[in-house]
């Protein structure tokens, strides 16, 4: 099937097969590798993105679901002016470590923040429960994320 999808604000076309996954068209057509495959099932978050605005698993949809929407990965967050505040406020409180689970990890806290600029800490630990981090033991991440709400993170 041919689809086109407008990622990180440039349309792409390909043809691919419809059983094709949204996070390895992601990464083998359009060759953006910050998506991270972990899992295949949903359970881990490192593969989430934004569809049409919204933070969803990039395991969970076909690619051919994706045709006609706009997508932003990891790669696509950061502006002219350098890091997203969610990237950078994931820096400077040591919000990561090994470094698998934070393209996920980032892209579902700017979802959260779209939804709710000004969380508690237990409405980021709730909204950020779909994702899974093995090094850190989320209290850097949760920080990162409460700090980046400070600085209007969720854009």
């Not at 359970?43 to 969803?56: I, Q």
């Not at 006609?68 to 002219?80: D, F, K, R, S, Y």
């Not at 919000?95 to 923040?113: D, K």
Request: glycine share 12%.
């Amino acid at each position: 099937m041919r689809i086109s999808i407008e990622v990180n604000g440039a349309v792409q076309q390909s043809d691919v097969e419809p059983r094709t996954l949204l996070v390895h068209w992601l990464r083998e057509q359009a060759g953006l590798t910050g998506t991270n495959i972990g899992c295949d099932s949903s359970s881990c978050g490192a593969c989430t993105v934004h569809l049409d605005g919204e933070a969803v698993k990039s395991c969970t949809i076909l690619a051919v679901q994706a045709d006609g929407c706009a997508v932003t990965t990891i790669e696509g967050l950061a502006g002219p002016d350098g890091l997203h505040p969610m990237q950078q406020a994931f820096a400077d409180h040591h919000g990561l470590q090994c470094g698998f689970c934070t393209p996920g990890m980032v892209m579902a806290a700017v979802g959260l923040l779209r939804e709710n600029p000004a969380p508690t800490e237990d409405e980021v630990r709730t909204g950020l429960e779909g994702n899974l981090c093995r090094c850190t033991g989320y209290h850097n991440i949760v920080a990162a994320v409460l700090a980046a709400a400070a600085r209007g993170g969720g854009r």
